[in-house]
């Protein structure tokens, strides 16, 4: 184990710096930005939708799986460009496979959302 904070300060550290994250990517991130403000538009609606709990929370947790995914690319992104600007091989791959990621997680968002509301 390593050494450091333990328990409730640890917790308190670690909620401080999600939200920093959080205000990083909101700051920095337009395509997080974009799919945040389309998010809580969309969460929104869903509790005025005729759909069962089950499907609610499916709709929802499909829409922040792609925040999720956004966040963890933005995040590759950061630390490939922090290398160094010249372009590289893997650094472009690694860029890429995160966008990528960010693409399936928007094509299942849409493939949930289809299946439900189109009964």
């Not at 005729?50 to 792609?66: A, F, G, T, Y």
């Not at 860029?95 to 009964?119: E, R, T």
């Amino acid at each position: 184990m390593k050494p450091g904070k333990t328990g409730l300060s640890r917790l308190i550290d670690a909620t401080g710096y999600s939200i920093k994250g959080l205000k990083a990517a909101w700051l920095y991130e337009a395509a997080f930005r974009q799919e945040l403000l389309a998010c809580v538009v969309l969460i929104m609606s869903t509790f005025f939708m005729s759909v069962s709990n089950i499907e609610r929370i499916l709709l929802i947790s499909s829409l922040l799986l792609v925040l999720t995914v956004e966040l963890i690319n933005s995040a590759i992104e950061a630390v490939v460009d922090r290398i160094g600007d010249e372009w590289h091989e893997l650094s472009g791959r690694a860029k890429d496979i995160g966008s990528a990621a960010v693409f399936i997680s928007l094509l299942l968002a849409g493939f949930v959302w289809l299946s439900i509301l189109v009964k």
